[in-house]
Structure formats: structure tokens, C-alpha cells
């Protein structure tokens, strides 16, 4: 299995502030992952694919980059709705797996 | 607007059997793979298994697919999970989800459905 270990667990920013999450393959996986947000009592959305590909209705302020083993999402101006979960996925391999998650909580 | 609404859960014994719906609109669904993915309690998120857009190919994680059975009615728009010989473990909340490009990523969710598995 490919093992996806992401950090920090939380990150803890004021709004307003730009933010970095970090996700780590444990082989290389070219661009194969993708990013989802969860806010809270909801269900996941797709935000990234392919490590950096936009998705339509996702605000500008999300953005992604890596490849090989290092993936990063970055939040510029994080606002308040945007306090939530983020897991990072990959499909390099056909058992799909996801990271643990980074919650992005209020300081 | 695509929606995938699930139906099914429930408090189960375990060692029971169980089988979950998801009935999709919005899109042609027998266009789509589809997907089911579990979440913990503790959020830990779980690929269970996908199924080919015309039913003939299901592709299972490991660990689940001697217990896991996913099918598809595509003259019902409807995605199915059966679940057999349940554990404790199995307590998640399960999500339909459909593959925006086969074998890829997940572009539309389910509302979810909670199994919580106790005797």
C-alpha cells in the first residue's frame, strides 16, 4: 500500500493568514493525488486534482503543487469558511488511499 | 445538480449482514465508475471499492473484499454495498462516491450513512 502521511496534524492560523499543508507518498506517485476539504458534519469535496489542477467552483485561493513524493496544498488568505479538514489522495496505485488529514483550526 | 443519496444503515450485530443504497441523479449513471469510501469515528477516511460504469468489473481493497460486495442497477440509477459478517471495526459513516475519471478521484459525495456495528 501506498502510505500518504500528512502534516501537521493541525495547524492552528488566523484568518487572514497564508497556509502550507503538507503531504508525503511513501513511494513515488508522480501527480497522482488530489485534495478534498471536509468542514465539519459535511461530506468531502474535491478541491485539487492531479497535485495541482483547479476544479471548477473552487475558490482561487486553493491552490496545489508536487510531485514524485512531496504534495502541498496552500491556502492563500485563509478565510474563515475554510476552517476544515484536508486529506490528500492518491490513485498512482489501483487501492486507493488516503492521508490522515490536517485540520486547520482558529488560533 | 448531482446527487447521490444513501439509505441503509443503521444499528447491526455483529456478524450480520447488511446492504447499503445509493440512489444517483443529476448525471447519466451508467456513464460513471462508482465508489463506496468509509469514514472512522476517529476520521480516519478508507477506500472500500470501486465498480466499473456497466457492472462488469469490481475491484475490491484487500482487506475488505472477502466480506465487501459492491453492484449496480443502472435502470435504477442505484449503487449498492452489501456488507456481510460485520465487525466492530466496521462502525464508520460509508459514502457514495462518484470517480470523475476512472480510477482517480472522487468528484461527487454522497451525503453519507451512518453503520454502527454493537450487540
Redesign the interface.
Known amino acids: 500500500n501506498i502510505v500518504l502521511t500528512q502534516s501537521p496534524a493541525t495547524l492552528s492560523v488566523t484568518p487572514g493568514e497564508s497556509v502550507s499543508l503538507s503531504c508525503r507518498a511513501s513511494q513515488s506517485i508522480s501527480t497522482?493525488i488530489?485534495w478534498?476539504q471536509q468542514k465539519s458534519n459535511e461530506?468531502?469535496?474535491?478541491l485539487i486534482?492531479?497535485a495541482s489542477q483547479s476544479?471548477s467552483g473552487i475558490p482561487s485561493r486553493f491552490s496545489g503543487s508536487g510531485s514524485g513524493t512531496d504534495f502541498t496544498l496552500s491556502i492563500n488568505r485563509v478565510e474563515s469558511e475554510d476552517f476544515s479538514?484536508y486529506?490528500c489522495?492518491q490513485?498512482y496505485s489501483?487501492?486507493?488511499?488516503?492521508g490522515?488529514?490536517t485540520k486547520l483550526e482558529i488560533k | 445538480e448531482v446527487q447521490l443519496v444513501e439509505s441503509g444503515g443503521g444499528l447491526v450485530q455483529p456478524g450480520a449482514s447488511l446492504k447499503l443504497s445509493c440512489v444517483a441523479s443529476g448525471f447519466t449513471f451508467s456513464d460513471y465508475w462508482m465508489?463506496w469510501v468509509r469514514q472512522t469515528p476517529g476520521?480516519?477516511?478508507?477506500?472500500i471499492g470501486d465498480i466499473k460504469y456497466d457492472g462488469s468489473y469490481t475491484?475490491y481493497?484487500?482487506s475488505l473484499k472477502n466480506r465487501f460486495t459492491i453492484s449496480r442497477d443502472n435502470a435504477k440509477s442505484t449503487l449498492y454495498l452489501q456488507m456481510s459478517n460485520v465487525r466492530s471495526e466496521d462502525t464508520a459513516t460509508y459514502?457514495c462516491t462518484r470517480e470523475?475519471t476512472r480510477?482517480?478521484?472522487?468528484?461527487y459525495?454522497?451525503?453519507?450513512v451512518m453503520v454502527t456495528v454493537s450487540s
Open positions: 497522482s488530489h478534498y461530506s468531502p469535496r474535491l486534482k492531479y476544479i479538514i486529506y489522495q490513485s489501483s487501492l486507493f488511499t488516503f490522515s488529514g | 465508489s476520521k480516519t477516511m478508507e477506500w475491484n481493497a484487500p459514502y470523475g480510477g482517480v478521484f472522487f468528484d459525495w454522497g451525503q453519507g
